[in-house]
Nanobody, 121 residues
Framework: QVQLVESGGGLVQPGGSLRLSCAASGSIFSINAMGWYRQAPGKQRELVAAITSGGMPNYADSVKGRFTISRDNAKNTLHLQMNSLKPEDTAVYYC???????????????WGQGTQVTVSS
């Protein structure tokens, strides 16, 4: 099994910052892209940011210039530094990765359980 555990969510005032982390563990053979998605109440899950195994990031237009995604391949961890947070950033944030389990012949996507981020005064 592959487990993804997110941490770092919470309540923050508008303009504040949070740093999300995601730790991947279990029977991982290889990891390709990793990413952060979010889902606000009544809305579809959307991509926030993703990063390739080589470190190339990709951001949603709504977070460009405010969020920074990074990963540590040696530790199988993923981070999202979120600055200048806005109320519309309020959502459950999910970590995901595309990778291959030990013994598997194909890659698949794995998801974490999510962490709540609330931006409110």
């Amino acid at each position: 099994q592959v487990q993804l555990v997110e941490s770092g969510g919470g309540l923050v005032q508008p303009g504040g910052s949070l740093r999300l982390s995601c730790a991947a563990s279990g029977s991982i053979f290889s990891i390709n892209a990793m990413g952060w998605y979010r889902q606000a109440p009544g809305k579809q899950r959307e991509l926030v940011a993703a990063i390739t195994s080589g470190g190339m990031p990709n951001y949603a237009d709504s977070v460009k210039g405010r969020f920074t995604i990074s990963r540590d391949n040696a530790k199988n961890t993923l981070h999202l530094q979120m600055n200048s947070l806005k109320p519309e950033d309020t959502a459950v944030y999910y970590c995901n990765l595309e990778g291959r389990r030990l013994g598997a012949v194909t890659t698949r996507v794995f998801w974490g359980q999510g962490t709540q981020v609330t931006v409110s005064s």
